[in-house]
C-alpha cells in the first residue's frame, strides 16, 4: 500500500518566493495534517483538515502560510513569500478517524 | 495548549544494553504513541496504546500507558545499531470529529559499537 506521498522531497528557494508543498493522504484516511519539524522548536502541528474541512489552524505561523484541501486525495501548503526562517522540514500526515497517524517522508525547504 | 515532557533529551549508550525513556503530560489523552523517526525520513509507528494501564510489546520493544493517562515510557532491550534514531512520545486527542497529536521533544538515541 502507499502511504502518505509527498513533493518535492528537498526544495530550494529565494526569499520572496512563493513555495507550495503537496501532499496525498492514504486512501481512505479522512484526517490530514501539516507539520514543521526544526531543531528548535520540534514537531508542531501547523493545520489538520477533517473530511476536507480545516478544523484547527491554529499553529500556522503567519498570514504567509495557506492550506488548502480541494478533495480527499490532496493537499497544499503553500507559503507566500518565503523567508529564510521557514527554512524546516514539513510533513504531511494522514489518519482515518480515531485510528492511527501515518507521516510522509517530509520537505526539506530552504529558503535563502 | 497541551505539552509533553520527554526524558532524556538525549541517550549515549553502548551496543546490547538497554534503553529506557519517558513521557509525561499534563493533560490526558486517549491514546499513546510512539515513533522513531531516522535521518531525511518521516516519524514511523512503533507503537500504539489505547488503553491506561496497557502494556504491550513489539519484539524488543515494550512500551506502557501510564494508568494516570498522563504519561508513557519506552524500553528498547538488547540494543542494537539499527535502534540509533529519534524517538518521539505523542499523545492524542479526540474531538470535534478528527484527532490530533501532540509530540514530545523527542530522545535522541546513540549508540556506540
Known amino acids: 500500500d502507499a502511504g502518505v506521498i509527498q513533493s518535492p522531497r528537498h526544495e530550494v528557494t529565494e526569499m520572496g518566493q512563493e513555495v507550495t508543498l503537496r501532499c496525498k493522504p492514504i486512501?481512505?484516511?479522512?484526517?490530514l495534517f501539516w507539520y514543521r519539524q526544526t531543531m528548535m522548536r520540534g514537531l508542531e502541528l501547523l493545520i489538520y483538515?477533517?473530511?476536507?474541512?480545516?478544523?484547527?489552524d491554529s499553529g500556522m505561523p503567519e498570514d504567509r502560510f495557506s492550506a488548502k484541501m480541494p478533495n480527499a486525495s490532496f493537499s497544499t501548503l503553500k507559503i507566500q513569500p518565503s523567508e529564510p526562517r521557514d527554512s524546516a522540514v514539513y510533513f504531511c500526515a494522514s489518519s482515518r478517524d480515531s485510528g492511527v497517524t501515518f507521516f510522509g517522508q517530509g520537505t526539506r525547504l530552504t529558503v535563502v | 495548549g497541551q505539552q509533553l515532557n520527554q526524558s532524556p533529551q538525549s541517550m549515549f549508550i553502548q551496543e546490547g544494553e538497554d534503553v529506557s525513556m519517558n513521557c509525561t503530560s499534563s493533560s490526558i489523552f486517549n491514546t499513546w504513541l510512539w515513533y522513531k523517526q531516522d535521518p531525511g525520513e518521516g516519524p514511523v509507528l512503533l507503537i500504539a496504546l489505547y488503553k491506561a494501564g496497557e502494556l504491550t510489546s513489539n519484539g524488543r520493544l515494550t512500551a506502557q500507558f501510564g494508568i494516570t493517562r498522563k504519561d508513557s515510557f519506552l524500553n528498547i532491550s538488547a540494543s542494537i545499531p539499527s535502534d540509533v534514531g529519534i524517538y518521539f512520545c505523542?499523545?492524542?486527542?479526540?474531538?470535534?470529529?478528527?484527532?490530533?497529536?501532540?509530540f514530545g521533544q523527542g530522545t535522541r538515541l546513540t549508540i556506540n559499537p
Open positions: 486512501s481512505g484516511h479522512n484526517s
Open positions: 505523542a499523545g492524542q486527542l479526540l474531538g470535534q470529529g478528527a484527532q490530533k497529536l501532540v
Open positions: 483538515f477533517n473530511n476536507n474541512v480545516p478544523i484547527d
